[in-house]
């Protein structure tokens, strides 16, 4: 067993390390092996599921209709693989292993770290297994529900943040490197926006509704959602560049001053953004040019931290050419650099106007996550082996071979993406010489793009293949690993309280003439004062904490306290008993994957859909159904379009109704039976929650739920459709169809004992007595403004 003293302490001079006690210590690297494991299994999972879902978008036939292989289902098990399972375990390896060095301290619990490893991996097999059942909250990248939900907060907050925190305070180094600072944040920001998010009201073991509404919600979740990217996608990546490219290019970082800019600006800024995924929405309009505002601002910070990176090579550029680790990190970094730029680009309202719901959005988000996150996790995975197993890598010629497939096919997945996105946002809006639609089909402007997608699968093939290389490279080389692995001990004094800051001992500008204020800046920039918190975990923890609290809640407060952010209107009814249960299949299905239900004041989507959405439309909405992307047409005015046999068509096979569709058939929804006796619960929670359902309609839900579905298989029959059919899932799904956008255009009688309307006054405002009753003019006025202006 070796040991190693280590030497390299950087203790006040006017202390010897020899005063001080050597304690004696090795590392903890069977848990980084374990998650090392753990991210290539999970890479080849996602990846695969990624090219399996794109195939399934161009041949829809493919899944046989069988509801567990439909694209919206399996769709977010892709994005949740990729997210939580391969670039997660990616991270905590990066950490493990990294913060133990940084830190001179094992971690400060084994059991903590086997729990935090086990406990995820149990999240991660719970989320393969509920979503393709069609156990969903369906919103984007927050699908998965409570239970699992709580065990992650746990899991998170508690195991991994808490033996994370412990270790920093057991360090025996005495700053905190910048990696360290990135991990922080990572780690309370992730949790702060996992448990707000995810407040719910459960209505079974299997079901929660949102506590937050319509506006409310998506507000809430692209606040969680664009964070999710920021400190789950961005920070702990950047940790790991700080640490890993340095290590690898054998130079220091380029700038510490830099690091300190860049860590500060992109935790207080980015977590303003996520509004910009909002943009032309019911959302309000100082909201989404907040978002804006700050999505813009987002640049500097970026760039700062790319910059830091790439100039981390100064002089090691000759080492690029030769070494394969190097390449991944380069081309990683260069992809952050362009995901960056294009982020606060795509937030700007004229250009999100054209992007939104396209695909050009896919290719921005697959941009980066398989060049800036796919990469850095490669580059970081080839340098951690040959020193995690103590062999040398199987084969370095099968590393390049991956690096070139790997960029050939990001290459070739993003540019016939983007040229999708492009193609879609300007038929969408595309207008003829009388100002009608130029292609008032939907279906044609998907046919349009369906070459681009093929193109798009040889790409994912290409990036799977490199995966593939990966796996076999990492079982070659684990198989030549010793038959024992060497645990070095290393020794390094225990931290002493007493302790004075070297910087703040000297004044170059002491006796310099010049102005106190220059001498007070000068200071400042000099970061001593930084240089004393990185010696203070607690005090960072807690800075960090203020900062992200600071900046939500300038962000949220106002939308959630001012009650005009969200107009009422009268007509708006709360679902009937069966329109609920409608909601859930449609919820469970994940049609938000497809189909939004928000069309934005813009003429061509007014033209297209209908009068544009209200804010008040959806205060009943839990969750929200707004999408971010448009495979198929916008559903917000579906109600009362197409008939209810129609629907019951399209379930059974779309391309009846609508030939060329790439929508897959839900033919069991024609024959699985509705569970009448299950709705009360939803109903139950719904009016928890606010919705106003009177005694009778929760008691007699499932009577009064009867009756409904045996109208609607009444309509069907009378179309020329089945008879019989009134128990089938179908009729609650065409009930919530036929409800969605008609309560705006709903005119309640008025009440039998009315007095004829004698005063002059309008008889609309006789007939509510109620202000709130009116959509909000001056909202309306400045979304007609919009309008003319397009």
């Known amino acids: 067993m070796a040991t190693v003293t280590d030497s390299d302490s950087h203790e006040s001079p006017s202390r010897s390390t020899s005063d001080a006690q050597l304690e004696h210590f090795s590392y903890d690297d069977s848990i980084v092996r374990m998650f090392v494991t753990a991210t290539i299994l999970w890479g080849l999972v996602a990846t695969l599921a990624g090219l399996i879902v794109a195939i399934i978008l161009v041949l829809p036939w493919l899944t046989g209709g069988l509801p567990w292989f439909s694209f919206g289902r399996l769709r977010p098990l892709h994005t949740n693989a990729a997210i939580f399972a391969f670039a997660g375990n990616g991270i905590f390896a990066?950490?493990?292993?990294?913060?133990?060095?940084?830190?001179?301290?094992?971690?400060?619990?084994?059991?903590?770290?086997?729990?935090?490893?086990?406990?995820?991996?149990?999240?991660i097999v719970s989320a393969a297994i509920t979503?393709?059942?069609?156990?969903?909250?369906?919103?984007?990248?927050?699908?998965?529900?409570?239970?699992?939900?709580?065990?992650?907060?746990?899991i998170w907050l508690?195991?991994?943040?808490?033996?994370?925190?412990?270790?920093?305070?057991?360090?025996?180094?005495?700053?905190?490197?910048?990696?360290?600072?990135?991990y922080i944040a990572t780690i309370v920001t992730v949790a702060l926006l996992h448990v707000f998010n995810n407040l719910v009201v459960p209505a079974g073991w299997f079901k929660g509704y949102s506590v937050y509404a319509g506006v409310q919600d998506a507000f809430m979740q692209w606040w969680y959602g664009h964070n999710a990217v920021a400190f789950f996608l961005t920070t702990p990546f950047l940790g790991l560049m700080y640490y890993f490219l340095p290590k690898a290019a054998e130079r220091p970082v380029f700038s510490y001053r830099l690091s300190i800019i860049h860590f500060w600006s992109l935790v207080f800024i980015y977590i303003w953004a996520g509004p910009h995924h909002l943009h032309y929405t019911a959302l309000p309009e100082w909201a989404s040019t907040l978002g804006m505002l700050f999505s813009l601002m987002l640049w500097m910070p970026s760039w700062g931290g790319m910059i830091n990176g790439l100039l981390t090579l100064r002089g090691a550029w000759h080492k690029v050419a030769v070494d394969p680790v190097l390449k991944f990190f380069v081309v990683g970094i260069t992809f952050y650099g362009m995901s960056t730029f294009e982020g606060p680009m795509l937030s700007i309202k004229a250009i999100n106007a054209l992007s939104h719901y396209t695909d050009w959005t896919i290719a921005h988000v697959h941009s980066g996550a398989l060049g800036w996150n796919g990469f850095m996790i490669f580059g970081m995975l080839y340098w951690l082996m040959p020193r995690l197993y103590q062999t040398k890598m199987w084969s370095q010629k099968l590393i390049s071979l991956h690096f070139w497939t790997g960029t050939l096919g990001i290459l070739l997945y993003i540019i016939p993406i983007y040229a999708a996105g492009l193609m879609q946002g300007l038929m969408w809006r595309a207008m003829d010489d009388t100002g009608h639609l130029a292609y008032p089909d939907f279906i044609e402007t998907i046919q349009s793009v369906v070459p681009l997608w093929w193109l798009r699968i040889g790409g994912g093939l290409l990036y799977v293949s490199g995966v593939v290389m990966l796996c076999i490279n990492t079982i070659m080389t684990w198989s030549n690993r010793p038959a024992t692995y060497e645990v070095p001990v290393y020794s390094a004094p225990r931290l002493t309280k007493a302790y004075e800051d070297e910087v703040s001992k000297t004044d170059p500008l002491k006796d310099v003439p010049m102005l106190e204020l220059g001498k007070k800046v000068d200071a400042l920039g000099r970061m001593g004062w930084h240089r004393r918190w990185e010696r203070l975990p607690v005090k960072f923890t807690v800075l960090v904490t203020i900062a992200v609290l600071v900046a939500?809640?300038?962000?949220?407060?106002p939308t959630f306290l001012i009650r005009s952010n969200v107009p009422t209107i009268?007509?708006?009814?709360?679902?009937?008993?069966?329109e609920l249960a409608g909601r859930h299949i449609f919820v469970s299905e994940g049609c938000y994957n497809c189909h939004s239900q928000m069309i934005r004041p813009i003429v061509s989507e007014t033209k297209r859909y209908g009068e544009y959405s209200k804010p008040g439309e959806f205060i009943y909405d839990r969750p929200f159904q707004w999408g971010s992307r448009r495979i198929g047409p916008d559903l917000a005015r579906e109600g009362g379009k197409q008939s209810s046999f129609w629907h019951w068509t399209h379930f059974e096979n779309p391309e009846l109704v609508s030939p060329g569709s790439v929508m897959p058939s839900y033919e069991h929804l024609l024959t699985q039976d509705l569970k009448f006796d299950a709705i009360k619960p939803h109903v139950v929670a719904a009016r928890y929650l606010g919705a106003p359902y009177t005694d009778d309609d929760v008691e007699n839900c499932e009577s009064i739920s009867r009756r409904q579905a045996e109208f609607v298989a009444a309509e069907i029959v009378g179309q020329g459709g089945p008879a019989a059919m009134h128990e089938k899932q179908a009729t609650a799904l065409i009930a919530y169809l036929q409800r969605i956008g008609t309560d705006l255009f709903r005119t309640d009688p008025p009440p039998a004992d009315a007095k004829p309307a004698d005063d002059g006054a309008p008889a609309d405002e006789l007939q509510t007595g109620d202000e709130s009753a009116t959509v909000d003019e001056s909202g309306a006025a400045e979304e007609e403004a919009q309008v003319a202006a397009e």
């Open 94 to 123: 990066a950490i493990y292993y990294s913060t133990q060095r940084l830190c001179k301290a094992r971690m400060w619990s084994d059991a903590l770290s086997r729990i935090h490893f086990w406990g995820w991996q149990a999240i």
């Open 131 to 154: 979503l393709p059942l069609g156990i969903t909250q369906s919103r984007e990248y927050a699908e998965l529900e409570w239970p699992i939900d709580l065990a992650i907060a746990v």
């Open 158 to 182: 508690f195991v991994f943040g808490g033996n994370f925190l412990m270790t920093l305070i057991h360090r025996r180094e005495r700053h905190m490197y910048v990696a360290i600072w990135f």
């Open 552 to 557: 939500t809640l300038f962000e949220l407060v």
């Open 570 to 578: 009268a007509t708006v009814k709360p679902y009937t008993p069966l």
